[in-house]
């Protein structure tokens, strides 16, 4: 076993070296003077180590720290709202009875197929329309209510038995108690799962504030890495690539410090 | 790229939910807080695309300059050159980069799935270009890729071939695939983890007791259970690949020339740069109805061949 288990290992390993190689380069990159981004061959550790490009991204004239507040803002009250939106809808589409319940359901199932991109046109008028353009809120508010979410929670719930809400109903709990109280908890790992999707997605989105924010004053974290290009599209390798880094420490945080959960998560809403 | 997954929604249950007690508007209640923001922010830009699409409307003409033109819209797509040049690129990028990307994460899943020293990290390692935002990862490849100096071409020179990548308009395409199958790899690998731990152990037992090998229990085993999973990979990863988007904006904004500009790409063109909204949103729902009847045919197609065998 030992053996073969080696010797499965070296190639995998050297491909997943392979794979690394360009976050290797990202980080060696933030860390060296521009004029050695490109040298030939490839120089992999930095001489000097130049931590000026981090110390520049983080409180020069474009940095990046207020993007990086926008983000948490963003992703905070997207991650808060899409979880009490979608825990209650979840529950009484699993739980509840009331007229036209599965025909609703259907209607989310089906508006839950439609591209994003289909929607930016009138999303972007709309958006004009209601003041909401070039602000947050255009990012924050479709994200508060999501289709996906509910389906999540409601395939949660549906498998929860029905008893403790009847138990607890003849006990003259309210329907919002028997919610609360008894459904609620149980949905903690769920709801968990769901919360690092959508803190993902919400901070890796790029296509809509591409769209909905013009105003580099109200840029995210992935637009404002932009901000180190220039006119001619000539990019500043360091600082670029110093932003890049500090845009991925987040995620890589929540995926370290959560990795059983996040792939748990990953393969149910992909799978399950 | 994580949109993507959202948009097929796996095996629903219909079934109703057993032992609740009917009451009335308290479940609508409870519903009400989604429902209101669903249709504020999907239903009525969905419908709206709908009419949009009927409609002759330059943004700079304001509100009012919206006419009706039936379905002029969609006579034009039909004889517009750019839209079926970028039907085109975008059938080559789904037809060679999903099948790359799902084989891939096939072979990959597989390996980790056996005893590996650090089999935890090299699971991260490859998944690890999943979770990183894409303005990231375009401009390291980007770099990467410069023709001149990129670290891609240094290597290459080696074997004496130096493509021009995001500068050729022969090269940008291919760059763009390379970049979604190290993309995609390690999510489909992962997706195939977590399938292959449900794999029939008993059924494995009986084959090594038959001695069978190992060709002979991938072919019989283990590639039927996969089955469901390849299915669902394969119709999400061309939902995703045909939307593709991202990485062309940040990148190549549809050059060198056009020889980038796929479908979605086409129609944030003809939207956000022409301000055509009309005509965008009939592009828009033309590709929507196509990829919605690709993804059911692979579906159709697969679904045949699970139950024949």
């Known amino acids: 076993m030992s053996k073969s288990k080696w010797l499965w290992g070296i190639p995998l390993w050297i491909l997943a070296l392979a794979f690394l190689a360009p976050f290797a ?40 720290l207020p993007a990086f507040g926008r983000s948490v803002f963003v992703a905070v009250l997207r991650v808060a709202g899409e979880l009490t939106t979608a825990t209650m809808a979840g529950y009484a589409f699993a739980r509840m009875s009331f007229k036209g ?61 029905a008893e403790f809400a009847e138990a607890a109903r003849m006990d003259g709990a309210n329907e919002w108690r028997v919610f609360t109280r008894i459904y609620l908890p149980l949905a903690t790992p769920v ?30 974290l992935p637009l404002s890495l932009t901000n180190f290009v220039d006119e001619q599209g000539q990019i500043a390798p360091g600082l670029t690539m110093a932003a890049s880094v500090i845009s991925i420490v987040p995620v890589l945080i929540v995926f370290v410090v959560l990795q059983r959960r996040f792939i748990a998560a990953m393969t149910h809403t992909g799978i399950k | 790229m994580a949109t993507a997954t959202v948009a097929a929604a796996p095996a629903v249950r219909t079934e109703k939910a057993p032992g609740i007690k009917p009451r009335g508007w308290i479940g609508f209640l409870f519903i009400a807080p989604n429902l209101l923001g669903v249709i504020a922010f999907t239903l009525i830009p969905l419908i709206s695309v709908v009419v949009l699409a009927f409609t002759d409307w330059n943004l700079v003409s304001g509100l009012g300059g919206i006419t009706f033109n039936g379905i002029d819209n969609f006579v034009a797509i039909a004889r517009d050159p750019g839209f ?3 039907i085109g690129l975008t059938l080559v990028y789904v037809v060679v980069s999903v099948p790359l990307t799902v084989v891939g994460g096939l072979a990959l899943g597989i390996a980790l799935n056996r005893p590996l020293p650090g089999r935890a990290v090299l699971r991260a390692i490859f998944f690890l270009p999943y979770i990183v935002n894409v303005v990231a990862i375009g401009m390291t490849w980007l770099m990467l890729m410069n023709p001149r ?6 290597v290459l020179d080696a074997f004496g071939i130096q493509p021009g990548w995001f500068a050729s ?105 022409f301000y055509r909204f009309g005509y965008a949103s009939a592009i828009g729902l033309v590709t929507f109805v196509g990829v919605l009847v690709l993804t059911l045919l692979t579906w159709r197609a697969q679904r045949g061949r699970a139950l024949n065998e």
């Not at chain 2, 100096?149 to 240094?154: D, P, Y």
Request: net charge neutral; with cysteine.
């Open chain 1, 191 to 220: 709801m968990s799962a769901l919360g690092i999707l959508a803190f993902v997605w919400s901070w890796n989105d790029y296509e809509t504030p591409l769209v909905l924010i013009s105003n580099p004053d109200r840029y995210t």
């Open chain 1, 25 to 64: 380069w990202m980080i060696s990159t933030a860390l060296k003077p521009d004029v050695d981004a490109y040298k030939i061959p490839m120089q992999w550790i930095p001489n000097p180590f130049q931590w000026d490009n981090f110390s520049t991204v983080l409180t020069g004239a474009t940095s990046v």
């Open chain 2, 169 to 273: 308009s022969h090269w940008a395409l291919p760059a763009l695939i390379v970049m979604a199958i190290w993309g995609g790899v390690g999510y489909c690998s992962l997706i195939y983890l977590s399938a292959l731990q449900d794999a029939p152990r008993q059924l494995y037992e009986a084959a090594d007791i038959d001695g069978a090998s190992v060709w002979a229990k991938f072919r019989v085993i283990t590639w039927p259970s996969l089955l469901p999973t390849t299915i669902f990979l394969l119709v999400t990863l061309i939902i995703g690949a045909s939307q593709g988007f991202g990485l062309i904006a940040l990148i190549t904004a549809g050059g060198p020339g056009d020889s980038t500009t796929t479908i979605s790409y086409y129609m944030y063109q003809t939207g956000f740069q």
């Open chain 2, 84 to 86: 079926w040049h970028a």
């Open chain 1, 101 to 161: 319940r599965d025909k609703l359901f259907l209607l989310y199932l089906a508006t839950a197929i439609i591209p994003a991109q289909l929607l930016l046109v009138p999303r972007f008028i709309y958006f004009q329309k209601l003041g909401l353009y070039d602000t947050l809120w255009a990012l924050i508010l479709p994200g508060m209510f999501t289709v996906l979410g509910t389906f999540l929670m409601r395939q949660f719930f549906i498998s929860q038995p």
């Open chain 2, 149 to 154: 100096a990129g670290l891609v071409n240094q």
